[in-house]
T-cell receptor, first 112, second 118 residues
Framework: GNSVTQMEGPVTLSEEAFLTINCTYT??????LFWYVQYPGEGLQLLLK?????DKGSNKGFEATYRKETTSFHLEKGSVQVSDSAVYFC???????????FGSGTKLNVKP | GAGVSQSPSNKVTEKGKDVELRCDPI?????LYWYRQRLGQGLEFLIY????????KSGLPSDRFSAERTGESVSTLTIQRTQQEDSAVYLC????????????????FGAGTRLSVL
């Protein structure tokens, strides 16, 4: 079946610290992988995506690389800001894009 | 144009009552999804509409839950005889038609409806 597992939060970091949020997946076939972000009081919005193995998605300083060999799609940022405080969701969509499977979300708190 | 719009933003109801939640997708988006997000948990898929095809209802948790969509427009999610366990944020998302591994396969989410069943 299809599922996504991501590290539990909350993750608390100081401003300018390095961020890693782990995400691993189980899927049939070759899924596309996504990171969504939910800022306080707002809806989810796409942060980045990767559609095939070894692709790197990037946006707003965040990066994630589609690793088929380890079935992972870890989210990284070299220097977090207070404005990055949000809940981050890892997700996959199977090849036919009929469904999306989301992880449980990881809350990030960045302190000044 | 405008993003995905959901109403109401908050709904408080008594156990046993029926509720109806509304989603207005982005114009031109043929795909529409409903999810449930319980407190501190991830998104739970409920139902998926794609154009005029039969909806994928595999995520609906019980026969108290139903959803409708007319064409490619508004969708309503109805919960009958609400239970306290139904308390959650209900999220709607829309997207363009699946086109293989296209950059268009992005879901756009509404802000959700927070349902509280007392």
């Amino acid at each position: 079946g299809n599922s996504v597992t991501q590290m539990e939060g909350p993750v608390t970091l100081s401003e300018e610290a390095f961020l890693t949020i782990n995400c691993t997946y189980t899927a049939t076939g070759y899924p596309s992988l996504f990171w969504y972000v939910q800022y306080p009081g707002e809806g989810l919005q796409l942060l980045l995506k990767a559609t095939k193995a070894d692709d790197k998605g990037s946006n707003k300083g965040f990066e994630a690389t589609y690793r088929k060999e380890t079935t992972s799609f870890h989210l990284e940022k070299g220097s977090v800001q207070v404005s990055d405080s949000a809940v981050y969701f890892c997700a996959l969509s199977p090849y036919n894009f009929n469904k999306f499977y989301f992880g449980s979300g990881t809350k990030l708190n960045v302190k000044p | 144009g405008a993003g995905v719009s959901q109403s109401p933003s908050n709904k408080v109801t008594e156990k046993g009552k029926d509720v109806e939640l509304r989603c207005d997708p982005i114009s031109g988006h043929t795909a529409l999804y409903w999810y449930r997000q319980r407190l501190g948990q991830g998104l739970e898929f409920l139902i998926y509409f794609q154009g005029n095809s039969a909806p994928d209802k595999s995520g609906l948790p019980s026969d108290r839950f139903s959803a409708e969509r007319t064409g490619e427009s508004v969708s309503t999610l109805t919960i009958q005889r609400t239970q306290q366990e139904d308390s959650a944020v209900y999220l709607c998302a829309s997207s363009l038609p699946p086109l293989g591994r296209s950059a268009k396969n992005i879901q756009y989410f509404g802000a959700g409806t927070r349902l509280s069943v007392l």
